[in-house]
């Protein structure tokens, strides 16, 4: 039975998970969802113009991101170069040919190419002369790795604008195992990164800001590069490094083997599935759909298992103060070796509900051969499986 002393405990470590988030997790950024106005901006000097975001639908109710690359220069080529990890050319030289093919290319030595990437259809909007025209993304590429962190950028062909215009959507994303989708990072990062990399190859003459007051999605600042002429396929773009950072300092001085067993255990069944993910991706050819489907079942059925196997040896306070604390350090950790320094803020809360429910489990487990149905575990177990499936459904 819990008794008032115990009550009282379990009510402090609540307490100290929520403090010891607020103050370890990532800082939160969450976009506006309110419908934006229908203003449009200027491409370059033309008579184009172009809604600076990109929607989910052939409509301006709601958009999914703002547009913060554009290019003159023809999107086909664009691609291509960054498949091949070409690094320059410039729309002035004569056209490319075999005989110039190695006085045009310049190689900065990083090797990198971008690699095609999945993702959802999204819209771009732009009108030129008396024509309206809503075009989807001509492709999508990628760098770094789909179950880890990665740039994404989706390249939209405006073939019908005055001049030759392709525009960019660059962002930083990584997945998110328990919600089984890709969440956005930041717009800013991608978008300095693909910068710098432009003034490497192309001089800043080439390469400009324009302010196109889109910053109200992610971490936008409403300024969008404009790169004319010369154009460098992302190549020297930053891949994200893996930065454990957070690392338990504090904490261990005289505790027992089955505290830190449960304090890591739960960790390391996180990892494993980040990890495995990434490894299967990277060493065979196969669909995201089966790695989905091999590794998901570990993280949902293995974390309160492994709390409830390490909690059965603990006292009721012990098991959940060290299985919260457990899951908040994988999560930081996770988020670490990904290198995401940037979250909604429902995703924070997500997961500070995931840590109390696995804390519950841990609290309320009880060694086999003295098992009793403890409400701690209980509820633990079906706000796990509450918070699991509402990350598909919100």
Known sequence: MWTKNRLILFAVAIAVLLVGTTLTAPSVSTPDQEPPDRKLVTLGESETTIWPYVGPKQSFDRRASSINLVMRADASEVTRRLRSGETIWNTSEPAFTEENRSERQVDNGTGVSWSDAYGAK?????????????????????HGDYFGGQYHVRVYDLHQAEGNWTVVQAHAEHWDWFTLTHTVDSLEEARINIEQDFMTAAGPDDVQRVYYDNGDTYDHDGWTTLVYFALLPLVGATAFVPTLERAFDRLWTRHTVWRLVLFLSIPAVVLAVRLGGVTVENLLTVDPDIVVAAFYPVLVIGTPLAAFAAGSRLEPTDGFLFGSLGFGMAVVVDYGFIGVSVLPIEIVMHRVGLAVAIGLVAAGARRLDDFELEPPLVVGLVTWLVLVVAAHVV
């Open 122 to 142: 999204r819209y771009v909007y732009y009108e030129t002369g008396t024509q309206s025209v809503w075009t989807a993304q001509t492709s999508q590429l990628h």
